[in-house]
């Protein structure tokens, strides 16, 4: 099955810093790879995600990069604030077979003023 | 409002009794998921239903059980044959394969005594 490996496990920022997270997967099969963000006490939150078509994707002040032969991909935050404190999963799954996601352990992001 | 609606929050239950978790949604949702969420372990899936009538077992169905009688519940039962069950639980839909989002609920927290 897949294993999806997820670096670092803790992250502290100053804020206006940027943020990176990276993420591998060991099945060539996947094809979607989404990001969620959870905060303290609340509900895991899709924030962006990446299918296998495509090489980056930004929305604000977030992007995700993949790198299908290295099968890498990474989540960058520019302009980290306060706000942005929280864990972050990745997760690698193949579409149209029952949305199996299989998800990294988490990175707890700690932006401080 | 629609959304995903997990009870109880908090449980709480002697070792070697079966327990049972709500999870209703009213997003006409065809897909629903059971995850665990452990410390550093990230979210490992338990059982996901792509229909009515339908399950599969995800990576660490040993030792729980579902239901899907109905198109907006999932109901998830820990049993005694759980060897570790305090965690914390979240429900989860999607519209289908090929979608990919999935919408958690608010979690339960399950503390074996």
């Known amino acids: 099955g897949e294993n999806v490996e997820q670096h670092p496990s803790t992250l502290s920022v100053q804020e206006g810093d940027s943020a990176v997270i990276k993420c591998t997967y060991s099945d060539s099969a996947s094809n979607y790879f989404p990001w969620y963000k959870q905060e303290l006490g609340k509900r895991p939150q899709l924030i962006i995600d990446?299918?296998?078509?495509?090489g980056e994707k930004k929305d604000q002040r977030i992007a995700v990069t993949l790198n299908k032969t290295a099968k890498h991909f990474s989540l960058h935050i520019t302009e980290t604030q306060p706000e942005d404190s929280a864990v972050y999963f990745c997760a690698a799954g193949v579409t149209g077979g029952g949305n199996k996601l299989t998800f990294g352990t988490g990175t707890q992001l700690k932006v401080e003023l | 409002d629609g959304g995903i609606t997990q009870s109880p929050k908090y449980l709480f239950r002697k070792e070697g009794q079966n327990v049972t978790l709500s999870c209703e949604q009213n997003?006409?949702?065809?897909?629903m998921y059971w995850y665990r969420q452990d410390p550093g372990q990230g979210l490992r899936l338990i059982y996901y239903s792509q229909i009515v009538n339908d399950f599969q077992k995800g990576d660490i169905a040993e030792g729980y059980s579902v239901s899907r009688e109905k198109k907006e519940s999932f109901p998830l039962t820990v049993t005694s044959a759980q060897k570790n069950p305090t965690a914390f639980y979240l429900c989860?839909?999607?519209?289908?394969?090929?979608?990919?989002?999935?919408?958690f609920g608010e979690g339960s927290r399950l503390t074996v005594l």
């Open positions: 997003l006409n949702h065809d897909a």
């Open positions: 990446i299918r296998s078509n495509v």
């Open positions: 989860a839909s999607s519209d289908g394969p090929g979608t990919g989002e999935l919408f």
